[in-house]
T-cell receptor, first 109, second 113 residues
Framework: SQELEQSPQSLIVQEGKNLTINCTSS?????LYWYKQKYGEGLIFLMM?????EEKSHEKITAKLDEKKQQSSLHITASQPSHAGIYLC?????????FGQGTTLQVKP | NAGVTQTPKFRVLKTGQSMTLLCAQD?????MYWYRQDPGMGLRLIHY???????AKGEVPDGYNVSRLKKQNFLLGLESAAPSQTSVYFC????????????FGSGTRLTVV
């Protein structure tokens, strides 16, 4: 079965700093989803990547899928307190969506 | 459209009690899912359904049962609750089309004492 591993598991950054979260799959990714979750709330869809080398951006968040389609990265530029939360990568596989263990981001003002 | 609605939002159970969590979607989605979320473990798939009348096991199915008698509803049952089932439960749905989006409910926080 497919497994996703995220790194780091937690991250504390100073406001204004850039950061990167990685998601590595044990198998080829055919659809990679990034979600954000604020503590105690539901999931907010950020982006979906499907093609090798694909890159998408939304505001200050950029996600990439590598050419081999086994790793994705999420990059936040000039972090703000509003970026704080849990970031989850998910992989679509045979009708299911499975997730990595999540990365908790704290942004210090 | 309401999207995906979960009821209840909060519940406290005593060990050994039973309960059913309801997930309802109004988007005519084929696929529905139940996940549990525990600190540091992301979302783990409990059971899922690819259509009315069908169910399948996910990553952590033990202690749970599900039913999908109507396309719009997906029920998650705990027959004999255990403290290890204290968690936040999320329901999701998907149209069943390749690489389509997933819609999540707002979660049910369950505590078993």
């Amino acid at each position: 079965s497919q497994e996703l591993e995220q790194s780091p598991q937690s991250l504390i950054v100073q406001e204004g700093k850039n950061l990167t979260i990685n998601c590595t799959s044990s198998k080829t990714l055919y659809g990679l989803y990034w979600y954000k979750q604020k503590y105690g709330e539901g999931l907010i869809f950020l982006m979906m990547l499907q093609k090798g080398g694909e890159e998408k951006s939304h505001e200050k968040i950029t996600a990439k899928l590598d050419e081999k389609k086994q790793q994705s990265s999420l990059h936040i530029t000039a972090s703000q307190p509003s970026h704080a939360g849990i970031y989850l990568c998910g992989a679509a596989s045979l009708g299911k969506l499975i997730f990595g263990q999540g990365t908790t981001l704290q942004v210090k003002p | 459209n309401a999207g995906v609605t979960q009821t209840p939002k909060f519940r406290v159970l005593k060990t050994g009690q039973s309960m059913t969590l309801l997930c309802a979607q109004d988007m005519n989605h084929e696929y529905m899912y139940w996940y549990r979320q525990d600190p540091g473990m992301g979302l783990r798939l409990i059971h899922y359904s690819v259509g009315e009348g069908t169910t399948a096991k996910g990553e952590v199915p033990d202690g749970y049962n599900v039913s999908r008698l109507k396309k719009q509803n997906f029920l998650l049952g705990l027959e004999s609750a255990a403290p290890s089932q204290t968690s936040v439960y999320f329901c999701a749905s998907n149209p069943g089309l390749l690489l389509s989006g997933y819609t999540f409910g707002s979660g049910t926080r369950l505590t078993v004492v």
